[in-house]
């Protein structure tokens, strides 16, 4: 071997001892950004590998009866090397003590409602929330004998009345709501939860912890699909329920276990290097909905826009509740002319645009949500909730704005 190579190989080898020593940061805790790329990631032991490796292997070799899961895996639906790095570090963001992932969102809340809830109880649920939440509670859960009602978070009142004493056991909220950005103040819902007895699960999709957190207030359960800004890019489907105590996070594995209800090791390993960009994506994606919302509010032929960062009706919320001064890439619309006109505009945009489900990617993305994501819920309770056929929702992509608005403008010009 070359003496050049020789040395810089010992070089690296002596770097990565010092690497892989524990507590390489210092004093202070690192701020979100440095905690998407790095927290809860450690260079590979064997080799220094920068990446969390891929164990894609279903079960784990033992080395004695009685050395039985002393490496601390047994078999994947159980627990898996590569899922349980993705899972320590949704923890660590959203400041939980634990958290599982999932296959989707959707069974993310399929845990949280079958750890929770049994026959005879009462679960309080927003009557705004992605349509796939609302069908699970009424065509799944009711049948089992379990009451739900559904109302308006943005009043605590109501929340506090729908309660009853000794039967409710969990409330389920949302916020930003999906599709109407309806905010929820989660202290005073927390303090309701606590008052009755009952557990708080809140679902931040639409917010991502770069901007809600809903532990830092005390919240139980924090709930995500992370189908949407934790992937980013259009890949993979999946979900987290992350617990804020060890009591909690034991049902909710057990439930897990049983269910089967797993993430497939390869969508961790993407998700986990998905998400390391997830605060470079929401400021941008922040930045355009803003410019966006602010140009639509000056289209004439556009009745109401809706953005928390812009006009919002509960724009107190959202400057308490939305951290590092953004509001999300998500926003919504209306034209003159209603739904015949909101419907043309939607079969009318070009690209960058695209016309279809999923939100908070890197593509800009429009939904027609009364006949898309919110088909599943009831028509009388989706106009209940404001969710008209014209109603356009908009997940603002990296793009660059202004070639989204031209293409905006020119799909106005069409209706
Ligand atoms: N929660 C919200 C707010 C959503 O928008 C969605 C999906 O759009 C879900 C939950 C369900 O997630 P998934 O599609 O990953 O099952």
Redesign the pocket.
Known sequence: MLPALRSSRRSFVHSSRILYKAGTWGPGKPNIDTELVHACIEPEEKTGAILTPLYQSTTFVQESVEKYLEKGYSYSRTNNPTVKVLEDKVAKIEGGVGAVVT???????TIVMSTFLKTGDHCVITDC?????NRLARVQFMKYGIDFSFVDFRNPKAVKEACIPGKTKLIFS?TP???TLCLVDLEKIQKIAEEVGAIHCC????ATPYMVKPQDYGVDLT??????FYDGHNIG???AVVAKTQEQMDQIKLCQNMHGNIMAPQVAFNILQTMKTMHLRVRRQSESATTIAQWLDKHPKVTSVCYPGTKHPQKELADKYHANGIHGGMLHFELEGGAPAGIKLMNAIERPWSLC????ACESIITACAVM?HANMEAADRLKVGITDGFIRVSCGIEDVEDLIKSLERALEKV
């Open positions: 296959g989707t969102g959707m069974a993310a809340t929330s992605y349509g796939g939440t949302e709501t999906n599709p679902d931040t999709t639409f709930m995500q699909s992370l189908t949407k489907t999946g979900g489900e999923n939100l908070g994501t």
